[in-house]
Structures are given as structure tokens and as C-alpha cells.
């Protein structure tokens, strides 16, 4: 499956952006999704993953109740709403598929990346 990660940009503290996932090749449904994140020196970490039916979901601490992601299995599409950004969700952002929730750090399946710039 290849993914192509899409919304990033520019944005002040408070701000929201949408990012987007979309993937080809295969279906979504069978594969659990995710997105990370990786700052400037710092290592890639997980933000939100979300299983395949939609119906499970988790969030990092650092962005609960700010970040919400979501997917269209039949437009093979992720999605992550970011809310009340703040400078230190600056990075670059990764979506993710593998056909384990579990596994989603290891996934063979990455997209390039779209950078999150939060300015204070």
C-alpha cells in the first residue's frame, strides 16, 4: 500500500489544521492506521492511531482532547484534525498502515511526511 500524507503548513498557537492520508494500492479497511510525528531532533513518536472499522482509537497524553483522527475506508482516506495547536506540535507528520493496531511503529507502510509548523 502507499500512503501520501497531505495539510501540513503554517499556523499560529490556537490554530487547527487538517491533515490527510491517502492511501493506493489497497484498501484501507483491512489495515488499522496511525500518525506520528517527528520534531527536530527528537525521535518519532506516536500522536493517534485509529483500527481498521474505525472504532477504536488512541491518542498520545500530549494530544488528547485536541487531536481527533478519523477515516473514510470507502474514499481509502485518513484524516487528522489538529485543534489549539501549540508550537510544540511543530514537526513533521507520518501516516502509517498495518493490518495490527499493535504494530503500527513497525509498519512497512509509511507515507512521506507533511511538516506542521506552530508558531507561537
Known amino acids: 500500500v502507499q500512503l501520501q500524507a497531505s495539510g501540513g503548513g503554517l499556523v499560529q498557537a490556537g490554530g487547527s489544521l487538517r491533515l490527510s492520508c491517502a492511501a493506493s494500492?489497497?484498501?484501507?479497511?483491512?489495515?488499522?492506521m496511525g500518525w506520528f510525528r517527528q520534531a527536530p531532533g527528537k525521535e518519532r513518536e506516536f500522536v493517534a492511531g485509529?483500527?481498521?472499522?474505525?472504532?477504536?482509537?488512541r491518542y498520545a497524553d500530549s494530544v488528547k482532547g485536541r487531536f481527533t483522527i478519523s477515516r473514510e475506508n470507502a474514499k481509502n482516506m485518513v484524516y487528522l484534525q489538529m485543534n489549539n495547536l501549540k508550537p510544540e506540535d511543530t514537526a513533521v507528520y507520518y501516516c502509517a498502515a498495518d493490518s495490527n493496531f499493535r504494530s503500527l511503529a513497525t509498519s512497512e507502510y509509511w507515507g512521506q511526511g507533511t511538516l506542521v509548523t506552530v508558531s507561537s
Open positions: 485509529i483500527s481498521w472499522s474505525g472504532g477504536i482509537t
Open positions: 494500492g489497497r484498501t484501507l479497511s483491512s489495515y488499522a
